[in-house]
């Protein structure tokens, strides 16, 4: 692991010294108060008649800046469209959903891919590098797309803090899965965005790979002031967040701060003997 990922008491990554300042807080900033996500009342269905499917039934949660939150559940408990509708990727057939304090179910599409490619940042399973462009120009791709100015120093400084600062002039293809996805994830802050949305970002890696990737998630919360909402079905990962919030049947079904492995695997235990846990 990283040297800049030293751990500490408490088991998780200790923030460590950064090239430069840190990134100041932005729109959804600690400061400010606004939370970084919000749903009120969001509902979304598949389907019709006898066929209809319940992803998310009526959901109301606050994500607060600056802070890591792992999203968990049984399998169908909704976690994927809940994902979808908070990041503005799906729109909810009811409800509202506020990106530091905006509200955007109601955008239009062209609005709302603008709002994505500046002010929202994905990291997925299957990293989503194009293998044509080098490290350096996936980094830099969203600012290309959303037609900002390139900030080339920036870029580099994020990958030298998730340990890729020599790999800048590879191709993808060049690097192992680990290194993909802190490609992806150097990408996914280069914009500075209000949120960063995790889709089982270690479902593909090894053991190893995958403590890498949490604890620099982990350290983009703490040192750089990020917010991390990260969609997982492993207890481990979910235990480098300060809060889980678990989902079964498409409604919420409790949370706990500060979580452990063996305590996150118990409640998940729970919810899969569930009824409403294997529910929609």
Do not use: W
């Amino acid at each position: 692991m990283s040297p800049r990922l030293r751990r500490s008491a408490s088991g998780r990554p200790a923030p460590s010294a950064v090239p430069g300042s840190p990134r100041p807080a932005g729109p959804a900033g600690p400061a400010t108060g606004v939370p970084a996500v919000e749903l009120r009342g969001v509902r979304r269905g598949y389907g019709q008649g006898a066929g209809a499917v319940t992803a998310l039934g009526g959901v109301d949660l606050v994500l607060p800046a600056g802070t890591f939150t792992a999203v968990m559940g049984p399998s169908g408990s909704g976690k994927s469209t809940f994902l979808q509708c908070a990041a503005g990727l799906d729109r909810p057939d009811a409800g509202q959903v506020l990106l530091a304090g905006q509200e955007i179910s109601s955008l239009g599409e062209d609005r709302l891919t603008k709002l994505r490619r500046t002010r929202i940042g994905f990291v997925f399973q299957s990293f989503n590098l194009l293998p044509s462009l080098t490290v350096l120009q996936n980094v830099l791709l969203p600012q290309r797309l959303a037609g900002q100015r390139q900030e080339r120093a920036r870029a580099g400084e994020l990958l030298a803090r998730v340990g890729l600062g020599e790999h800048a002039s590879r191709r993808p293809g060049q690097l192992s899965g680990g290194q993909q996805q802190r490609v992806a994830l150097a990408r996914a802050l280069i914009t500075r965005p209000d949120v960063i949305f995790a889709d089982e970002p270690t479902g593909a890696l090894d053991t190893r790979s995958a403590h890498e990737v949490l604890g620099l998630l982990r350290d983009a919360v703490d040192a750089l002031g990020a917010t991390v909402v990260m969609v997982t079905h492993d207890p481990v990962a979910a235990s480098f967040a300060d809060r889980v919030v678990f989902l079964a049947g498409g409604t919420l079904a409790g949370e706990l701060h500060h979580p452990d492995p063996r305590t996150v695997a118990d409640r998940m235990l729970t919810l899969s003997a569930s009824p409403s846990g294997a529910a929609a």
